[in-house]
C-alpha cells in the first residue's frame, strides 16, 4: 500500500493506493464541488468486447458497474454506449441518483476533464444510458479522449439537487481493457 497527499485548491487530500484503480469522490460543499476523498477502487475488464468496470465506495456503501460497449446495431444514432448503474443503500441521505449528465475524460483526478460528445438518459432509478455521438468528428474525438484519458470523471446530480463528481482511474487494467476493446473494435 502506498499513501499520496494531494492539494487540490485549499483542500488537502490523502489517497492510498490498494489493488485496483482509484476512486476518487468530490461532494458538493459551500463553496462549490470540494472535499476530494479517495473513497474505492475500481477493476476493469473485458468481456465479449465490452469494457466493464466493477467500482466500489465502501465508506459511502456505494457500488456501481460501468461498462462501455461499441453500438453495433442496426439503430446507429450512437456510435458507444455508456451504461452506469448505481447500487445504493437503503438509507442513502441523497434519495438516490436523479442524473448523470454525462461524462468527463481527464488527465488525472486533479485536473478539469473534456466532456464526451454524448447524450444520457435515465433507464431505471440510479441506472442510465449514456449514446455517444456517431457524428464522424465527434465520434473521432470521443474515442481520441476514451483511449489517450487515464481518468473518467462522472458528474452525480442527487436527488436532493445536491451534485458530486466521481472520478475513476483506468489504472493498468483499465488501460489494457481499453486498448484490447480498441483493437476489437477496429479503430
Known amino acids: 500500500m502506498s499513501v499520496?497527499?494531494?492539494?487540490?485548491?485549499?483542500?488537502?487530500a490523502m489517497t492510498v493506493s490498494t489493488a485496483g484503480a482509484q476512486v476518487v469522490l468530490y461532494k458538493e460543499g459551500r463553496e462549490g464541488l470540494t472535499n476530494p476523498k479517495l473513497v474505492g477502487s475500481?477493476?476493469?475488464?473485458?468481456?465479449?468486447?465490452?469494457?466493464?468496470?466493477?467500482?466500489?465506495?465502501?465508506?459511502?456503501?456505494?457500488?456501481?458497474?460501468?461498462?462501455?460497449?461499441?453500438?453495433?446495431?442496426?439503430?446507429?444514432?450512437?456510435?458507444?454506449?455508456?451504461?452506469?448503474?448505481?447500487?445504493?443503500?437503503?438509507?442513502?441521505?441523497?434519495?438516490?441518483?436523479?442524473?448523470i449528465p454525462g461524462i468527463l475524460m481527464t488527465q488525472s483526478a486533479t485536473t478539469r476533464g473534456m466532456p464526451l460528445n454524448g447524450v444520457s438518459v435515465e433507464v431505471a432509478a440510479n441506472s442510465f444510458l449514456i449514446g455517444l455521438s456517431s457524428v464522424d468528428t465527434d465520434m473521432q474525438r470521443n474515442v481520441e479522449l476514451l483511449k489517450d484519458s487515464p481518468w473518467f470523471d462522472?458528474?452525480?446530480?442527487?436527488?436532493?439537487?445536491?451534485r458530486a463528481i466521481i472520478s475513476i482511474e483506468k489504472g493498468t487494467s483499465g488501460e489494457r481493457a481499453f486498448t484490447e476493446a480498441f483493437a476489437i473494435w477496429g479503430q
Open 4 to 12: 499520496r497527499m494531494v492539494i487540490i485548491g485549499s483542500a488537502l
Open 42 to 99: 475500481a477493476a476493469w475488464r473485458i468481456e465479449q468486447g465490452v469494457v466493464r468496470a466493477d467500482i466500489e465506495m465502501p465508506e459511502q456503501k456505494i457500488s456501481a458497474r460501468l461498462s462501455l460497449r461499441r453500438n453495433d446495431g442496426r439503430q446507429r444514432s450512437a456510435s458507444h454506449v455508456v451504461e452506469i448503474a448505481f447500487t445504493l443503500p437503503p438509507d442513502f441521505p441523497h434519495g438516490g441518483i436523479s442524473n
Open 154 to 162: 462522472i458528474p452525480v446530480v442527487y436527488g436532493d439537487g445536491k
